[in-house]
């Protein structure tokens, strides 16, 4: 079965780190651009991040560039996304989804969301 | 406030036809970028319902479909039904933010 898994979310202080784990499995991971998507509590989505397939491109929303970094492990079948200086405007669930380009570039495959609380 | 613009809400009686629409600029709809829609049932991940303005993942009833004209795309349901009660949203690649974006959503309500 294609599927990807979040993990890492949780209860964090402003300004402090977390980092997000999504496993892929089912598909050949290597050969898909990946993203991060994050939905706050009762709001709409927001893009937050992407990554070429070896890793070698990035792009970030401007609400968290510089504060977070995504990158993947191939060998692991892994996407990670970093967060750093987190604020309260970070809370929100974080789903990972891959980018398929035999669907014209859509995001066809989405994991099941982590949950990130900024709180003190 | 999102780049692409859609309604807040859309709602509908069982059996009827509804449009969603995702009005965008040049830098993204009008500049021949695809526009995609995911449909997002309560309390569960975005599921990709029409991609490349206007084709069907298998498995997504033929009641959905997708257009594109201009600066703007639509999405149409047909024989609503009360499942298809969700939140729906555009998404598209901007030339200008050299990055994806998604509309800011519409909840469809099956009265």
């Known amino acids: 079965e294609v599927q990807l898994v979040e993990s890492g979310g949780g209860l964090v202080q402003p300004g402090g780190s977390l980092r997000l784990s999504c496993a892929a499995s089912?598909?050949?991971?290597?050969?898909?651009?990946m993203h991060w998507v994050r939905q706050a509590p009762g709001k709409g989505l927001e893009y937050v991040s992407a990554l070429s397939t070896s890793g070698g491109s990035t792009y970030y929303a401007n609400s968290v560039k510089g504060r977070f970094t995504i990158s993947r492990d191939n060998s692991k079948n892994t996407l990670y996304l970093q967060m750093g200086s987190l604020r309260a405007d970070d809370m929100a669930v974080y789903y990972c989804?891959?980018?398929?380009?035999?669907?014209?570039?859509?995001?066809?495959?989405w994991g099941q969301g982590t949950m990130v609380t900024v709180s003190s | 406030q999102s780049v692409l613009t859609q309604p807040p809400s859309v709602s509908g009686a069982p059996g009827q036809r509804v449009t969603i629409s995702c009005t965008g600029s040049s830098s993204n709809i009008g500049a021949g970028y695809d526009v995609h829609w995911y449909q997002q049932l309560p309390g569960t991940a975005p599921k990709l319902l029409i991609y490349?303005?206007?084709n069907r993942p298998s498995g997504v009833p033929d009641r959905f479909s997708g257009s594109k004209s201009g600066t703007s795309a639509s999405l149409a349901i047909t024989g609503l039904q009360a499942e298809d009660e969700a939140d729906y949203y555009c998404q598209s690649y901007d030339s200008s933010l050299s990055g994806w974006m998604f509309g800011g959503g519409t909840k469809l309500t099956v009265l």
């Open positions: 490349g303005n206007s």
């Open positions: 089912g598909f050949t991971f290597s050969s898909f651009a």
């Open positions: 989804a891959r980018r398929n380009w035999g669907v014209r570039d859509a995001f066809d495959i």
